[in-house]
């Protein structure tokens, strides 16, 4: 099957630019109520995934008690904790499967590795019921 046909594309969901603030981050994770948001490059190319969990443990860490001061930060300098790898349009449904067993959901990249939306765990899962 076409993994494809899961695909929740890009202009449906919130994505986040490398270029932000933690603080601009934080008012996205607030209003859209995700609990983990994909980082895109200005060209449209997947970097990584970050987390709830990866900027409470920075604030945390980096404990400072003006929201001012993380205008200046940028997103990009949060580590996270579990990368969430991304899948080619190409790959096969169980390569799919494999990695929706540690994620959320799988990012997904054209052939030339620009961000395109994202497969979720339950999609992926009412696919597997149906199928039963």
């Known amino acids: ?34 609990s983990c948001l994909s980082i895109i490059d200005e060209k449209g190319k997947y970097l990584t995934t970050i987390t709830e969990g990866d900027l409470l443990y920075y604030l945390k860490n980096n404990l400072k008690f003006d929201l001012r001061s993380y205008e200046s930060i940028n997103i990009m300098e949060v580590p996270t ?27 997904v990249v054209d052939d030339k590795g620009s961000f395109i939306g994202i497969i979720t765990r339950k999609s992926i899962i009412k696919y597997l019921i149906d199928k039963k």
């Open 1 to 34: 099957m076409n993994i494809l046909f899961f695909l929740t594309p890009k202009s449906q969901i919130k994505v986040i630019e490398n270029t932000m603030s933690i603080r601009q981050v934080l008012e996205i994770f607030e209003h859209y109520r995700y």
């Open 81 to 107: 904790y579990r990368p969430y790898e991304a899948i080619s349009i190409l790959e096969e449904m169980d390569s799919l499967i494999d990695k929706s067993m540690n994620q959320n959901f799988v990012p």
